[in-house]
């Protein structure tokens, strides 16, 4: 019976698990953070190549307008958080409503920005739904995982800041031809862009934990494996 011992089940339940979970999370947040650095510093050097080579003609090149390629690239990045959310509703139970009403509400603001002109002030109440519950409901995820979404929100919040104040700022009457605009408008929609790319890869990171056995099921599966080895 010494074969049968609960000592010998608790390894091999326990440990897949915890290597499972970190494995996910981590394969998860390399690929998303490798693909925001990249498409972040695309946006940059293709802004700094219109601007210097092309006097802003190239206008797929130029941030600024919203139907460039970096413009729609934010729109999509934003469209994968809205889908990360209803995705994680759908495959978790804990708080699945509310994942549901975060998808709806980004989906929501993704037609604001894209049928209207971008107003900081319009966006700021339900970007500030946006934050409220995305901090809540990743909590308790992951710590790498909840750091990417927290860092997310961070940059969101100054590209948010950047469109009120500053060169760059939707009122600003400052001339567009000026490095000094184009690195403020650089790091404004570079910002707007890795947050929300940063948001869907911390969502779907964040589901590594949620994806396995809750650890009541699991004391009960191993109460269950010590009374078969008994």
Not at 149 to 162: F, N, T
């Amino acid at each position: 019976m010494d074969q049968l011992s609960p000592a010998r089940y608790r390894p091999t339940l326990s440990a897949p698990v915890t290597s499972s979970t970190a494995d996910w999370t981590r394969r998860v947040v390399g690929v998303g953070l490798l693909l925001t650095i990249a498409l972040v510093a695309l946006q940059a050097e293709a802004q700094a190549i219109d601007f210097s080579v092309f006097n802003l003609r190239i206008w797929a090149l130029n941030s600024d307008k919203h139907y460039s390629v970096f413009g729609v690239a934010s729109l999509l990045a934003q469209l994968a958080v809205a889908a990360a959310c209803v995705w994680r509703g759908y495959n978790v139970e804990r708080h699945r409503r509310a994942w549901f009403g975060l998808g709806a509400l980004v989906g929501g603001l993704i037609l604001i920005r894209g049928l209207t002109t971008f107003n900081a002030a319009v966006l700021a109440v339900p970007l500030a739904g946006v934050f409220l519950l995305l901090f809540w409901l990743t909590w308790r995820d992951p710590g790498s995982a909840r750091a990417v979404v927290w860092s997310g929100l961070i940059l969101l919040a100054a590209s948010l800041l950047l469109h009120k104040v500053g060169l760059a700022a939707d009122s600003s009457v400052a001339n567009d031809y000026t490095w000094a605009y184009q690195i403020t408008g650089m790091i404004k929609h570079g910002a707007e862009l890795a947050g929300w790319m940063l948001l869907a890869t911390g969502i779907i990171a964040g589901w590594g934990d949620l994806r396995l056995p809750h650890p009541s099921t699991q004391g009960r599966l191993l109460a269950e494996m010590e009374s078969v080895a008994r």
